[in-house]
Structures are given as structure tokens and as C-alpha cells.
């Protein structure tokens, strides 16, 4: 089972979108193992997002991400990278795919409401630096997790 961190963005979370957010991943069968809301300090946002620390748009993806709470996710299952970043959509909403979460509900690539992991790696890393081990349960079982996975509970 991979694990994907999810940040319902400061955006979302203003426009009152958060539970219609997390209502996309719970219907794709994803499992919540952990969930808080949070106001991003500039330590958490620059270690976030460290990859683009020498892009032009840098600094303003750090005002954004630290300018009101945010509520992030934890979620486990199978092929939980691909499908929650599928959920999502495209990094630019005006081209996402309807659908997705940045296609029904966005438009311009610095107000793009959510962030998913881009890789199993990633989503340990990311994981870890939003949430202590006490805060995650990785063990829960629902009783749909037959009627989600094939073969495997997480
Ligand atoms: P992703 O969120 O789809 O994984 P990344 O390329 O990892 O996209 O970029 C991280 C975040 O940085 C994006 O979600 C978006 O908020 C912001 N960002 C990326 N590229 C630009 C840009 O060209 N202008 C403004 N913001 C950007
Ligand atoms: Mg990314």
C-alpha cells in the first residue's frame, strides 16, 4: 500500500471547499490515516516544497501555501500516488481535465487548490514532515476495505 500526503490548499479551505475535497478521495477508496487542520509555517513551507526553491515562482508558492490554514491528509491504498494525483489533475487548472478536482474547481496554476505526492518516496517524506507517528493510523480497518481492495488491506 503507498501513502500520498494531501494538502487542501489555503484557497480551498477559504472558499469552503474543503469537504467537497475530501469527499473526492474518500469515494475513490482511499483511506484517511491521518487528517488535521494547520496554518503552514515558512520552516514547513520551504522543506514542502524545497525542489522548487530556485524557481521564479518560489516565493509567492511560499506566501500562498502560509497565507491561512490548510487541512492536510494522509491517505493509504493501492496505487494511492497515481490515483489521488489522477483525482487532482493537471498542476494548471484551466487545462486539468473535468473531472478532476482542479477541473471542476480551479483556474490558474497559483490558486490550484490541492497538492498530492509525486511519488511513493515523496509521499513518506511528505508524510513524515506533516504528521508524528501518534497522529497517524495506519492500522484501521473499514469493513468496505474487501469491497475496495482485491486482495490486500492495508
Ligand atoms: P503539482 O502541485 O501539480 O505537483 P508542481 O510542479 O510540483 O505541481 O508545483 C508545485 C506547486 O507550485 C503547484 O501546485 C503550484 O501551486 C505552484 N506552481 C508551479 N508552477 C507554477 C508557476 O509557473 N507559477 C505559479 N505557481 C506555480
Ligand atoms: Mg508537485
Do not use: C
Amino acid at each position: 500500500m503507498e501513502r500520498t500526503l494531501i494538502i487542501v490548499k489555503p484557497d480551498a479551505v477559504q472558499r469552503g471547499l474543503t469537504g467537497e475535497i475530501i469527499k473526492r478521495f474518500e469515494a475513490r477508496g482511499l483511506k484517511i490515516i491521518g487528517l488535521k487542520l494547520l496554518q503552514v509555517d515558512r520552516a514547513l513551507a520551504e522543506k514542502h516544497y524545497d525542489v522548487h526553491r530556485e524557481r521564479p515562482f518560489f516565493a509567492a508558492l511560499v506566501e500562498y501555501i502560509t497565507s491561512a490554514p490548510v487541512v492536510v491528509m494522509a491517505l493509504e491504498g493501492s496505487d494511492a500516488i497515481a490515483a489521488a494525483r489522477a483525482t487532482i489533475g493537471a498542476t494548471t487548472p484551466s487545462e486539468a481535465a473535468p473531472g478532476s478536482i482542479r477541473g471542476d474547481l480551479g483556474l490558474e496554476i497559483g490558486r490550484n487548490l490541492v497538492h498530492g505526492s509525486d511519488s511513493v518516496e515523496n509521499g513518506e517524506l511528505e508524510v513524515a514532515n506533516f504528521f508524528s507517528a501518534g497522529e497517524l493510523l495506519s492500522g484501521w480497518a473499514r469493513a468496505v476495505d474487501g469491497w475496495v481492495f482485491e486482495y490486500q488491506t492495508p
